[in-house]
């Protein structure tokens, strides 16, 4: 499976972005999807998670009630749509690809290469 992120970009603070990040699988239905970011000098941390039928999406507490993810299976694609964004948003974004939905990469087999996001004050 390779997944490659876009939609990247440098804003200003409380404009959106969205992400998306589009899979090479016959099977992409099949995996649970996660959105991950590593700031500069920090760990990579959990952003959000959607299951294969999107039953179930789970959110940092960060990141709740500003972001959203989706996905169309149609199109082999998962989505971040990210508002009201904050300077410590910014990081670089990856997409994962895995079994099941998790808040730590372990269970995710395949990632992106991410892309910066750059949120200015």
């Known amino acids: 499976v390779q997944l490659q992120a876009s939609g990247g970009g440098q804003v200003q603070a409380g404009d959106s972005l969205s992400l998306s990040c589009a899979a090479s699988a016959r099977n992409f239905n099949r995996y649970a999807m996660g959105w991950f970011r590593q700031a500069p000098g920090k760990e990579r941390e959990f952003v959000a998670a959607?299951?294969?039928?999107?039953?179930?999406?789970y959110y940092a507490d960060s990141v709740k009630g500003r972001f959203t993810a989706s996905r169309d299976n149609a199109k082999n694609t998962v989505y971040l749509q990210m508002n009201s964004l904050k300077p410590e948003d910014t990081a670089v974004y990856y997409c994962?690809?895995?079994?099941?939905?998790?808040?730590?990469?372990?269970?995710?087999?395949?990632w992106g290469q991410g892309t910066q996001v750059t949120v200015s004050s």
């Open positions: 959607i299951s294969y039928s999107t039953a179930s999406i």
């Open positions: 994962a690809a895995g079994p099941y939905t998790s808040p730590t990469p372990d269970p995710y087999n395949y």
